[in-house]
């Protein structure tokens, strides 16, 4: 199997389980319904900052990541802890993605949440593959784009994220500190987390400008002269 299948591979088994859930993970929308009838909240950017803080807490508590990845069956050579990561960071971000009004389910939807595992990478990848787009427009170009186009994306962010298994080393070496292991690995995890959620926040809750209403013909813009 080929780096680009591998990549391909990975890519959608970590939205198949952060878009599905995995027990004792509910579904993406499942999460955003819980802070959407949530009343505390007064909108949707306070929910959806409430979500980030969280799941980031979650992340940080090492051992809970670690579990999850316990109950993981990787497709590939990925550390289970890293995996259960990438799961709970795509979970968000379709989360997220959910609050806003978006399916997570929607092929385009998967690859924006695919994208906001990579944070500020997000745009080279986009490059990469010739989307010329920015980060705020990339919901609305994302959904008329072909099928093929949308895999490319996915397969050039699953070509990253196995980048990082290698550099995860040190991360994974320091869980067997007895202190300093947890503190280290969970702060990376949290700051990941938060991350993606930042990331998703502006990819899904971007709102295109309003376009100028035309003037009728034969009318032209007058100004009022100062008094």
């Known amino acids: 199997m080929g780096d680009d299948s591998r990549a391909t591979k990975l890519a ?7 878009v599905a859930g995995i027990p004792p993970l509910s579904p993406a929308a499942a999460l955003a319904l819980e802070y959407q009838i949530d009343k505390r909240y007064r909108n949707d950017d306070e929910r959806i900052e409430a979500l980030i803080n969280c799941e980031a807490k979650k992340s940080f508590t090492s051992g809970f990541v670690t579990g999850l990845g316990g109950l ?3 497709p590939l050579a990925v550390p289970s802890a890293l ?7 795509a979970r968000l971000a379709g989360a997220i993605a959910a ?6 389910k929607a092929p385009h939807n998967r690859t924006l949440i ?6 500020d990478s997000s745009a080279a990848v986009l490059k990469d593959v010739q989307a010329d787009v920015g980060r705020k427009l990339a919901i609305n170009v994302l959904a008329r784009l072909p099928a093929v186009v949308l895999r490319q994306i996915n397969r050039r962010v699953g070509l990253r994220l196995m980048a990082r298994v ?3 080393g040190a991360i994974t070496l320091s869980r067997a500190l007895p202190l300093f292991g947890g503190v280290i ?3 990376f995890d949290a700051y990941s987390c938060r991350k993606t959620g930042q990331t998703a926040k502006e990819l899904f809750g971007a709102k295109p400008k309003a ?9 032209r813009k007058t100004s009022v002269a100062a008094t």
């Open 12 to 18: 959608n088994w970590i939205t198949d389980k952060a």
């Open 72 to 74: 993981l069956t990787l």
């Open 166 to 168: 290698g550099g995860r």
């Open 185 to 187: 690995s969970g702060g």
């Open 83 to 89: 995996g259960a990561a990438w799961v709970l960071q």
């Open 211 to 219: 376009s100028p209403k035309p003037r009728k013909p034969g009318t």
């Open 99 to 104: 609050i806003y009004g978006h399916d997570p």
């Open 114 to 119: 695919l994208l906001s595992l990579l944070g």
